[in-house]
Nanobody, 116 residues
Framework: QVQLVESGGGLVQAGGSLRLSCSAS????????MAWYRQGPRMERELVAR????????NYAAAVRGRFAISTDDASDTLYLRMNRLKPEDTAVYFC?????????WGQGIQVTVSS
């Protein structure tokens, strides 16, 4: 069974940056879709960014467009989310999700807290 392990979260001041990592136990190059979601306090889970693997285009939520960026490293089967100019409203648990042909796998979630 494919597993995803997230890392890179933590506490940061507003205006700072973090990079989240999502390491997969299977080749990410064979996915059809890669995405990051987040769930803030007392909020529903929402899409942050989504990339169709074989296409160069990434869709970003309006709230993060221009500040967050997805990248990948096929050699290490890792998906990243670079988060710049963080705001207190970015505080949430962040989840990666990868879609292979026969399975959808979620990471365990990682806390990001942005202080004002």
């Amino acid at each position: 069974q494919v597993q995803l392990v997230e890392s890179g979260g933590g506490l940061v001041q507003a205006g700072g940056s973090l990079r989240l990592s999502c390491s997969a136990s299977a080749p990410i190059s064979s996915t059809s879709e890669m995405a990051w979601y987040r769930q803030g306090p007392r909020m529903e889970r929402e899409l942050v960014a989504r990339r169709i693997t074989m296409m160069p285009y990434t869709n970003y939520a309006a709230a993060v467009r221009g500040r967050f960026a997805i990248s990948t490293d096929d050699a290490s089967d890792t998906l990243y989310l670079r988060m710049n100019r963080l705001k207190p409203e970015d505080t949430a648990v962040y989840f990666c999700k990868l879609q292979w042909a026969n399975s959808e796998v979620w990471g365990q979630g990682i806390q990001v807290t942005v202080s004002s």
